[in-house]
């Protein structure tokens, strides 16, 4: 949490250059500002996942409730 934790917020800014978030580091690339469909949409044309129709539990075009966080996840591609 950028908000709560000011060296998360440092660590953003200094990777994305910008002070937007989300921010999403995907393999090295920074992804700055940007929703759940358009990190779907970078992931499918870089190949790195097949598209799906599946519906999802959790908005992708919008922020989770608070109760639907959980903890951080270090995704390797």
Same mark, same amino acid.
């Given at each position: 949490? #950028? #908000?709560?934790? %000011?060296?998360?917020?440092? &660590? ?10 989300? @921010? !999403? &580091? #995907? +393999?090295?690339? #920074?992804? =700055?500002? !940007?929703s759940g469909?358009?990190? &779907?949409?970078?992931? !499918?044309?870089?190949?790195? $996942? +097949? =598209?799906?129709? =599946?519906?999802?539990? $959790?908005?992708? +075009? =919008?922020? @989770?409730?608070? &109760?639907?966080?959980?903890? %951080? !996840?270090?995704?390797?591609?």
């Amino acid at each position: 949490d #950028i #908000i709560q934790n %000011p060296a998360f917020r440092w &660590e953003m800014e200094t990777k994305s250059g910008q002070p937007l978030s989300p @921010c !999403v &580091e #995907i +393999n090295g690339e #920074i992804l =700055a500002d !940007v929703s759940g469909e358009e990190i &779907e949409q970078y992931l !499918v044309e870089n190949g790195l $996942v +097949n =598209a799906s129709d =599946a519906a999802t539990d $959790v908005p992708t +075009n =919008a922020p @989770c409730a608070s &109760e639907q966080h959980g903890s %951080p !996840v270090d995704l390797r591609l």
